[in-house]
């Protein structure tokens, strides 16, 4: 059983969606790191060239410990900056096949630029390669492709109970970057 579950990946892996089930199906507190950080204003600025919002890391990480070290019971943290804090339990990346993450990050009105930076992020791992510097072993890799959002959430809830277990670093979607380059 883990108490502090941290789940990350690159934008539109399903993260949110994923995460208001999972908390309302285990009944805990769900922490969204992106409105966390604009409530706290830890927005610093806007990249000039990327138009992302650059974020204060070591204030929202000081902020996550301390919502961590007031908690009691199961909570969740759920954003693409989650794995760059400390204080998890668990961490758990979600994996997108590149060319399924492509539909859905058209879906959005992000510039094509934008687009293609997030689908290389997925195809290279730079999530879970940043988490493992961070968490080393205790990271577990979901590759969510072909399941519904309710089969993620089954699959977490079973991590989260220590009935399931997931590894990291199998995943490899390298070859959609050689078809694209
Ligand atoms: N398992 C799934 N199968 C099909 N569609 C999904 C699945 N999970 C999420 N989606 C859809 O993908 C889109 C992105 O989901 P969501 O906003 O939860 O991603 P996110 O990881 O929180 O993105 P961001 O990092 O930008 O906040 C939504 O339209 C959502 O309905
Ligand atoms: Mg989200």
Redesign the pocket.
Known sequence: MYNTIFIT????????????LLASKLNCRLIKI?DLAIENDFVLGIDDEKGYKVIDIPALNEKVSQIISDNDGLIIF???LAHLCSGADKVIV?R?RPE?LLS?LE??NYSESKIRENLEAEAMGVCTGEAYEIYGESISEID??D???D??VDEIAGIVSGEKTFSFGEIDFMDWLISNP
Request: hydrophobic residues 30%; glycine residues 14%.
């Open positions: 990946g690159t934008p539109c892996t399903g993260k949110t969606t994923v995460s208001e992106n759920e954003g693409h979600l997108v399924i859905r879906g959005r969510v492709s399941l519904s959002v089969e993620v």
